[in-house]
């Protein structure tokens, strides 16, 4: 019988799939022999679930889905030429509907359960045990919110970051090697990474065992390591060993549409306010800061980027502007809730100058084809905010201290400039160890079974019609 090709590859890819989360075990093994046996549980405190609180966070993930598709999709396919616009697409919209099945099936299990200091165990697999009656602590003693609203928000961080993968080797990549990576690098490295940044007991258990990131005294209020950094340095990787596009630096590679470019980059900064300031898990004052952040910090580093053009090239460009406003909500993501607005536009002044300087001298010197600047914006805007977040979460630059959850009041101090930043250097250390090293493992593996690169015939031609029969376009 001969069977289509496509559909072998389609067949081959669910089973390598399937495969992944059989592989689950091996990892739960590690994380319930490697946990200590834990004592006697205390009765569960009483929790107040206020409905104000519950909106938000639904709306919050709302903005997140729309940040992704279709702020991101749109922001990704503008970028890249015509023919290779709804890869593109289909690529971000595919992602985000798999890493929705995988978080529900084990992914916030693995994040957000008791196992060890790197990965949780599988006692809500398949959200064994959530439902309409369990609750998750937000960061106020005894205050929560339902249990299902934090699973729903967090699974849309998870879709996103595989998502902004891609960007580093757009126009180059089989989409079956795209779908199985993500299923892969979800469950090795990003269900971790979240894990050993955010999983702790909560302010009602604030001794009890924490992710190893979060135990160094590491913060991160949104997402700088867990998604940025995370994303970036796997972008990176990436980029290096699927290799150049075909005609790099000798053909024209301009964006076909930086309309839609710019439609998609406004979106991602609409959703943001729901992915930084949702990260409060309460609508509050904390929520009110971190949103005044994400305006001020893009803004200040979308303007910079608009000077920098304009000294440098004579002309500012609306690819330049979008740019730099994307690295300032990168820079601020991890500091938004913990900056004050006059230190976070600093923030974004500085992201914007060192990341333009990434993106137009580093990577041009060093030759790599990061398609779509995910090192260069995402990463090393990310590094530049998790550092920056150390220095700026000082209440004397205006910042709102760490809480102390040991002390009665809960009172919000600063250990040191010195202290703070090397927990932040070392969590930063960790993550591009842990997913630079995990990525390029993962790669290999996808490359040996379905191969990462389409036929040079199909790379010219476009992967709209190799890949997926269609145009996004038509004379």
Same mark, same amino acid.
């Given at each position: ?7 072998? =590859? ?16 091996? +990892? ?127 699974? =849309? ?165 979008? =740019?730099?406003? +994307? ?16 230190? +976070? ?34 990463? +090393? ?24 959850? =040991? ?69």
């Amino acid at each position: 019988m001969n069977i289509p090709s496509t559909l072998k =590859s389609v067949a081959r890819t669910a089973l390598l799939g399937s495969l992944a989360i059989a592989a689950l075990g091996t +990892v739960a093994a590690f994380a319930q022999e490697a946990a200590p046996a834990a004592p006697a549980a205390p009765a569960a405190p009483a929790f107040t679930v206020d409905k104000g609180d519950t909106t938000w966070m639904m709306i919050s993930t709302i903005l997140v889905l729309l940040m992704t598709i279709p702020g991101l999709a749109l922001f990704y396919g503008g970028l890249v030429r015509a023919k290779n616009m709804l890869s593109v697409l289909m690529q971000v919209f595919t992602i985000t509907s798999v890493v929705m099945i995988v978080w529900v099936f084990y992914g916030y299990s693995l994040a957000f359960t008791p196992g060890n200091a790197f990965v949780g165990g599988l006692s809500k697999m398949f959200l064994a045990g959530v439902d309409v009656t369990t609750v998750s602590e937000t960061f106020t003693k005894g205050v929560a919110i339902p249990e299902l609203v934090f699973v729903i928000f967090q699974m =849309s961080f998870a879709c996103i970051t595989p998502a902004l993968i891609v960007g580093a080797f757009a126009e180059r990549v089989k989409f079956s090697a795209v779908i199985l990576f993500t299923i892969l690098w979800v469950t090795f490295v990003y269900f971790p990474i979240a894990h050993m940044v955010w999983f702790w007991g909560g302010p009602s258990a604030y001794s009890d065992p924490s992710g190893l990131i979060f135990s160094f005294g590491a913060i991160d209020f949104a997402g700088g390591t867990v998604v940025h950094i995370n994303a970036g340095i796997a972008g990176l990787v990436g980029a290096l060993m699927i290799g150049k596009r075909i005609g790099y630096n000798k053909d024209v590679m301009a964006p076909h549409s930086m309309t839609l470019t710019m439609v998609g980059a406004s979106l991602l900064w609409v959703g943001w306010f729901g992915f930084n300031a949702g990260s409060n898990l309460e609508a509050n004052a904390y929520a009110v800061l971190a949103m005044v952040n994400t305006f001020v910090a893009t803004a200040a580093a979308a303007v910079t980027w608009i000077v920098l053009e304009t000294l440098l090239r004579g002309k500012a460009s609306m690819l330049g502007a979008v =740019s730099g406003a +994307v690295t300032g909500l990168v820079a601020v993501t991890p500091a938004a809730g913990f900056g004050g607005p006059m230190g +976070v536009i600093v923030l974004g002044i500085v992201a914007s100058c060192v990341c333009y300087f990434f993106v137009s001298v580093v990577k041009n010197k060093f030759g790599y084809d990061d398609s779509l600047d995910v090192f260069g914006i995402h990463c +090393v805007g990310g590094i530049i905010g998790a550092l920056g977040t150390g220095i700026l979460v000082n209440p004397a630059l205006g910042g709102a201290g760490i809480v102390d959850y =040991s002390t009665a009041d809960f009172a919000a101090g600063y250990a040191g400039t010195a202290t703070q930043l090397w927990s932040q250097f070392k969590g930063v250390l960790v993550t591009v160890l842990w997913s630079g090293i995990g990525s390029a493992i993962l790669y290999k593996i996808v490359d040996m079974i379905v191969g990462l690169r389409p036929t040079a015939d199909a790379e010219r031609e476009g992967l709209d019609l190799t890949a997926h029969g269609e145009a996004a376009y038509h004379p």
